[in-house]
C-alpha cells in the first residue's frame, strides 16, 4: 500500500504516542520536503521535532516533480507537495485533517483519510484503543466536534 502524508496526521499521531499504528496500517509511510519543514519548525513541539530528528525507516522523505502550482494561495505547501506527491505515486491514501486541502485532494480523485479515519482504523484492526486515543487528542489543540467522536466511539463499540 502507497501512503503519502501531510504534517498535520503525522504531527498529532506523535504527540499522542499512536504514530506506531502508521507501519501497522500501511508499511511505510511517504512525505514530502515541505511537510518535513513544518515539522521541524522551532514551533512545532518538540516531542515532534526529536521524533523527525531519529525518524524511523518506514518514514521515507520523497519530493514531488510537480507542486500543483495551480494550488499555490489555495493550501500551504505541505498540503500542495503532498497532493502532488500522492498523484504521482498514484498512492491509495493521503493522509491530511486541513478541509481545503482535503476537498482539493478529493477533487483530483485522491482518497482522504485524517487523523481520526487512521485512528478508527487502527482500532478497528486492533492496533489502538480508540477512547484512549481521542482522549489523549483531546489534549491537544487537534479540532474536532464532539458529535464526530460520539459517532466514531459508537462505529467501533458496534464492531
Same mark, same amino acid.
Given at each position: 500500500?502507497? %501512503?503519502?502524508? =501531510?504534517?498535520?496526521? !503525522?504531527?498529532?499521531?506523535?504527540?499522542?504516542? $499512536?504514530?506506531?499504528v502508521? #507501519?501497522?496500517?500501511f508499511?511505510?509511510?511517504?512525505?514530502? #520536503?515541505?511537510? %518535513?519543514?513544518?515539522?521541524?519548525?522551532?514551533? *512545532?513541539?518538540?516531542?515532534?521535532?526529536?521524533? !523527525?530528528?531519529?525518524?524511523?525507516?518506514?518514514?521515507? %522523505?520523497?519530493?514531488?516533480?510537480? *507542486? !500543483? #502550482?495551480? +494550488?499555490?494561495?489555495?493550501? =500551504? @505547501?505541505?498540503?500542495?507537495?503532498?497532493?502532488?506527491?500522492?498523484?504521482?505515486?498514484?498512492?491509495?491514501?493521503? &493522509?491530511?485533517? =486541513?478541509? @481545503?486541502?482535503?476537498? $482539493?485532494?478529493?477533487?483530483?480523485?485522491?482518497?482522504?483519510?485524517? *487523523?481520526?479515519?487512521? &485512528?478508527? @482504523?487502527?482500532? =478497528?484492526?486492533?492496533?489502538?484503543?480508540?477512547?484512549?486515543? !481521542?482522549?489523549?487528542?483531546?489534549?491537544t489543540?487537534?479540532?474536532?466536534?464532539?458529535? +464526530?467522536?460520539?459517532?466514531?466511539?459508537?462505529?467501533?463499540?458496534?464492531?
Amino acid at each position: 500500500m502507497i %501512503v503519502v502524508a =501531510d504534517a498535520s496526521p !503525522l504531527r498529532y499521531l506523535i504527540l499522542i504516542e $499512536h504514530v506506531h499504528v502508521l #507501519p501497522a496500517l500501511f508499511g511505510a509511510v511517504i512525505v514530502p #520536503p515541505a511537510v %518535513v519543514a513544518e515539522l521541524t519548525n522551532e514551533r *512545532t513541539p518538540q516531542e515532534v521535532r526529536a521524533w !523527525l530528528a531519529n525518524r524511523p525507516e518506514w518514514l521515507r %522523505v520523497q519530493a514531488p516533480r510537480e *507542486t !500543483l #502550482p495551480q +494550488l499555490r494561495g489555495e493550501i =500551504d @505547501d505541505g498540503e500542495r507537495e503532498a497532493i502532488a506527491l500522492a498523484l504521482e505515486v498514484a498512492a491509495d491514501a493521503l &493522509l491530511i485533517d =486541513d478541509r @481545503d486541502g482535503r476537498r $482539493h485532494a478529493e477533487l483530483l480523485n485522491c482518497r482522504a483519510v485524517g *487523523t481520526l479515519g487512521v &485512528l478508527a @482504523d487502527a482500532a =478497528d484492526r486492533g492496533f489502538a484503543e480508540l477512547s484512549v486515543a !481521542l482522549e489523549r487528542l483531546s489534549g491537544t489543540n487537534f479540532r474536532v466536534g464532539s458529535r +464526530l467522536i460520539e459517532q466514531l466511539l459508537k462505529r467501533v463499540r458496534g464492531r
